[in-house]
């Protein structure tokens, strides 16, 4: 599993949301144990806009993978 991401990206459901609608993603990070109720529509957003998804075990370990020290339930990858 990738201990880092590197590159442009952006942190956070609102932030990912945001970048989604204008079409700024590349990939995009959900981690398995954030609440579903806010991860189903940015994965739904990735797919009709077919953003490659990779699933993280756990918000602290995709939080730690972006180089902050809180969770993160999802995490884009942007377009440089």
Known sequence: ??????GKKVV???QVTKALNNDQGLKLYVA?????????????IAEEKNIEIEY?????YLGK????EVGSAA?????E
Do not use: Y
């Not at 599993?1 to 590197?6: G, P, T």
């Not at 993280?56 to 602290?60: C, D, Q, V």
């Open 56 to 60: 993280i075990p756990t918000m602290k």
């Open 32 to 44: 398995e144990d954030a609440d579903s109720k806010i991860t189903i529509p940015i994965v739904s």
């Open 75 to 79: 995490t884009l990858i942007l377009k």
């Open 65 to 68: 993978m972006c180089g902050i």
């Open 1 to 6: 599993m990738i201990d880092r991401l590197l």
């Open 12 to 14: 956070g459901i609102k």
